[in-house]
Structure formats: C-alpha cells, structure tokens
C-alpha cells in the first residue's frame, strides 16, 4: 500500500508544477510505472491520484480498456469463427483493434469538456498484452491530446525500454522526460530527450 501511496505523492508533486503550453502531444503523456503485482492495490487506491490532481487545480476524466478487446471481438459479426481459428484473427487484430482502442480514446481527449488544464487517465492498458503495442496506440493519438495524458503502466524499465507486464514494450526511455523512482516510476514522455533522472527515496 506505502509504494502506490508514495507515487501518488510524487505524482501530485509533479502535476502540480506549471506545465508547459508549447510542447508536443508526445510530451504530453506522463507515465506511472508501476509493480504489476499492485494492480489490484492501484485500482483500490487511484482516488488518491484523482485528489491530487484536482488539488493542483486540473480536472480529472478517466478511461478503463481493460474491456476493450472483449468489446472489439463482441462487435464483430465473425467472432463465432475467429473463436473457432483464432490463427485467422491475427491480420485483422494487427490492422483494426489498435485503431479501435485509439478511437476509443479519442473520444475522450476530444471530448467538449476537456481542456488545457485537463488530466486524461488510462488505466487498464496490461489488457493490451498480446494484442497491441501501447506505444503504437499513443503514437497514434499524440496530436490530440490537449492537457496531460496519463498512463497507469504495470510492469517496469529494464535497461531502456518498458516492459509492460514484465514482457518487452517498445516505449524507449530514451523518449522520456524526468523521472522518479522507488521501485515505481513516473515519467514524461518525450521524443528524443535525455534518459530519465532517478531520484532515490528519502532515508526512512
């Protein structure tokens, strides 16, 4: 519980200092890199994010995936067949759902209410495994994204790049901004930039 407690204090620390207005959608993903084992915990406990996001002055929306391949393949008139052969989905996974899951998030980050001062969290991207690459769907929504996009990621950075749940995710940090860990980790997302500052904890 003390570690998803401690992020959330770093990330309120974090969301609450001045953002910058000019960057790109790429540099408007904040990434929070958790254990996978404290999915359960996180969920339990993102109020906690919610609370200090609003108290640094910025609205909070939210999207859950975790659902959106079961959504996907329920909408397809063929699914009784893929189910059959699932070998025969993998052109059409490769082609349609990460599409799918960037238009879901869309729908969000245009909506009427979501502003510069606006904090999009996407939670339940760990579905994605085996069906998509998180960095390929962010890529795909960079220029829409108006305020803060953040990323609940379980898994961890080994060496430089993210895994996410522990199996290799093509989310270089070498296109990250600072960052802060403990075990968990917070960062910017950001093309190009340096490899991300560490910060260790403070003595207990």
Known sequence: MARIEDLADRFGRHIATPWQRTVSGAQRVVMLVYDKELERTLRARKVAFETATRQAGH??????????????????????????????????????FPEYVAERLRAILNGPEITEDSVVALFGVGALFGFARLSHILKMVESDIKGR?????????????????DAREALHRQRLEPAWTDMDLLAEWKQDSPAPTRLTPAAP
Do not use: C, T
């Open 59 to 96: 609205d909070w929306h939210e999207l859950d995936i975790s659902e959106a391949f079961a959504a996907w393949m329920a909408a397809d008139d063929y699914r009784e067949e893929y189910f059959a052969a699932p070998e025969d989905l993998q052109l059409k996974l490769q082609a349609e």
């Open 149 to 165: 996009l953040v990323v609940f990621f379980p898994g961890h950075l080994e060496r430089s790049n993210y895994r996410l749940l």
